[in-house]
C-alpha cells in the first residue's frame, strides 16, 4: 500500500523543502533596507486613506453574488463538455435548458437595474 502513496509523498516533502528553503535562502541572502514606503501598505493600486470603517453601497455586495453565481455555471459545464459525445441529444438538450434558464436570470437582473453601478 506504501508503494501506491510513496510518489505523492515524494512530491509533497519536495515541494515542502523547496518552500522552506526558498524562504530560508531569500532571508539569509536578501538585502534588508526597510523604509517607510516599502512598509506602508498597499492594495489595488490604491494608498489607504479613510478610516477601516468605511461602509459600502448594498449594490457592491450584489454585483459580487451575481458574479459568483454565474460564473459558478462554468463549472457544470465542464463536465458536461467533457461528456459530451457520450451523452448525446438528451444531454445538449439538458444543457440548452439549463443555458436558458440561466439567461432568463441574467435577462432579470439585467431588467431589474441590478447590474447598473452608479
Known sequence: MLDIYLPILTLIVIALA????STVFSRLVGQKRPSEV???PYECGMPPVG???ERFSVKFYIIAMLFIVFDIEV????PWAVMFKKLGLFGFIEMS???L????GYVYVW????LEWE
Open 75 to 78: 463549472v457544470f459545464m465542464y
Open 111 to 114: 431588467k431589474k437595474g441590478a
Open 101 to 104: 434558464i440561466l439567461l432568463v
Open 38 to 40: 516599502k512598509l506602508a
Open 51 to 53: 478610516s477601516a470603517r
Open 18 to 21: 523547496f518552500a522552506v528553503g
Open 97 to 99: 435548458v439549463f443555458i
